[in-house]
């Protein structure tokens, strides 16, 4: 089946642009997460989603990051007023429960420039 | 805090040996799990193998295996009979569920670099 999609691929912005990130999650999957990976780091948890509610959103690291999620499907990441410091591939996964795994897209690659 | 940490930012392995990944974490919660993933140079994260703290099994899954020393409070990952294709980062990750309810949140370790010589 499907598995998670994220969109656009690739992003490169201007400083101070507003970037909005798509992931389409596995369908049934009620969890829904959010990571940052800078260049040869580990993973930066960002927000969870539970359905469409967002009980954890302990990981944004100011206020120009937002994360919504719809129909218990769509999510979007939203970057306002871009910097540097955020160019990162930013990942999204989804889970059908608390015991099971991860599933992951392939992330957005955001450069700002 | 809950904490997972990965010491070898790099490993090599000849073809066909196995090797063993360490992974060691900090809890004080008596219910976590312990999950590997994988991340080639594409870029994609692969599900490995899982690990539950009530589990009195080691984990296996084909060529890996978890080596789970709960008193020690590691999660190493062993895969067996390399290949040229696990050449890839390897990130160990914990999910736990404390006394005040669930939380979903998995935390990565920075990972281990392995390559797979010929």
């Known amino acids: 089946g499907a598995g998670v999609s994220q969109s656009p691929s690739n992003k490169v912005t201007e400083k101070g642009k507003d970037v909005e990130l798509r992931c389409d999650p596995i369908s049934g999957h009620t969890a829904l997460y959010w990571y940052r990976q800078r260049l040869g780091q580990g993973l930066e948890f960002l927000i969870y989603f539970q359905g469409n509610s967002a009980p954890d959103k302990s990981g944004l690291p100011s206020d120009r990051f937002s994360a919504e999620r719809t129909g218990e499907s769509v999510s979007t990441l939203t970057i306002q007023r871009t910097q540097q410091e955020d160019s990162a591939v930013y990942l999204c996964?989804?889970?059908?429960?608390?015991?099971?795994?991860?599933?992951f897209g392939n992330g957005t690659r955001l450069t700002v420039t | 805090a809950q904490k997972i940490t990965q010491t070898q930012p790099g490993m090599f392995v000849q073809e066909k040996e196995a090797v063993t990944l360490d992974c060691t974490y900090d809890?004080?919660?008596?219910?976590?799990?312990l999950f590997w993933y994988k991340q080639p140079s594409s870029g994609e994260m692969i599900f490995l193998i899982y690990q539950g703290s009530y589990d009195q099994q080691n984990a296996t899954e084909g060529r890996y295996s978890l080596n789970f020393q709960k008193a020690r409070k590691s999660a190493n990952l062993v895969i067996s009979a390399s290949q040229l294709g696990d050449s890839a980062m390897y990130f160990c990750a914990m999910r736990w569920w404390n006394s005040g309810g669930s939380n979903y949140k998995l935390t990565f370790g920075k990972g281990t670099l392995l390559t797979v010589n010929p």
């Open positions: 996964a989804s889970s059908p429960g608390m015991n099971s795994p991860l599933h």
């Open positions: 809890t004080s919660d008596p219910s976590y799990g």
